[in-house]
């Protein structure tokens, strides 16, 4: 294979609050962060190490998570993961309010809670149209909770409020997802072993390929796991396991330079032809083939 002469443009962006108490939630609008950083690196992509919610208050903002395309206009919500590679698109004539915060910020409740929140925050919808007073909660939330950054009171105590003031959000939107979904003729409704068996996923998918391990961890059959995969998501745990693993190795193909054999071993193929006959099938052409394909498009 020809040596690539594009570098490497993802950036991993860990949390670093800008304020002198490390909170684990910083709020601040995008026209801030164009005054932070310079415009080209707005325009790069990022794969970050905490949740970023963006709220469009005016204007058209396009973005890239994870090789999709969204149009998010005034009143729009996008919301992107850990993990996630992420890029904004050209244009300056908008603007938004970013709400950032650490995985840890959900861990600080305590009771029943705590075990939710997680799971509450990875199902919240990629982009999310508000309606007037969902728009007006969330702006008023955001509002209150960069004030209350600036208060003068101990770390824990305001990490508390903070995350108080999330979970009051996170449920608000979920509420708002729900209502459309039902106007739409769909379900929101998650089963929890999907949870589970998603956060397995995102957590071994570099190591476990087979709908068995994933069962075996779950204490369940592989019937049974495809059945409550089909239900959420509509095709079986199989195809939803090697679809996960395409997209590591997409974000690797793009955003890295490292060879495929090497893109192999990184995501538990024992031979970079296996690994070659796998990426084929789901995505109908070889790795080579797709890393050219994206030079070409970007």
Request: glycine letters at 6%; aromatic letters at 8%; one cysteine or more.
């Amino acid at each position: 294979m020809p040596h690539r002469t594009r570098s490497v443009d993802i950036e991993q962006v860990q949390y670093r609050p800008s304020a002198d108490r490390a909170l684990d939630l910083e709020v601040f609008s995008m026209s801030d962060l164009r005054r932070r950083v310079p415009r080209a690196h707005l325009q790069r992509h990022h794969r970050y190490d905490f949740h970023m919610v963006v709220c469009v208050r005016r204007g058209q903002c396009r973005a890239v998570v994870d090789f999709s395309h969204i149009e998010c206009g005034a009143g729009s919500l996008l919301t992107i993961q850990p993990g996630q590679v992420h890029r904004f698109g050209p244009g300056s004539r908008w603007d938004a309010n970013l709400l950032l915060f650490r995985p840890e910020l959900l861990q600080a409740s305590q009771g029943e809670e705590r075990l939710q929140m997680p799971e509450l925050v990875d199902a919240l919808p990629a982009h999310l149209h508000l309606d007037g007073s969902t728009r007006r909660f969330v702006a008023d939330t955001l509002a209150r909770m960069e004030q209350e950054c600036a208060l003068d009171a101990r770390q824990p105590l305001l990490n508390w409020l903070l995350q108080s003031e999330l979970t009051t959000l996170v449920t608000r939107l979920h509420i708002l997802h729900a209502e459309q979904q039902r106007s739409a003729g769909t379900s929101s409704d998650v089963p929890e072993r999907f949870r589970l068996f998603k956060r397995l996923l995102d957590a071994k998918v570099h190591q476990w390929h087979h709908v068995s391990r994933y069962a075996h961890a779950m204490g369940c059959s592989e019937k049974t796991l495809t059945r409550i995969c089909s239900a959420v998501v509509g095709v079986g745990a199989k195809a939803f396991i090697a679809s996960r693993l395409a997209l590591e190795a997409k974000r690797l193909l793009v955003h890295t330079e490292l060879p495929i054999s090497a893109i192999a071993q990184r995501l538990g193929f024992d031979e970079a032809t296996n690994f070659t006959k796998f990426f084929r099938s789901v995505e109908g052409c070889t790795p080579g083939d797709f890393r050219r394909q994206f030079d070409v498009a970007s």
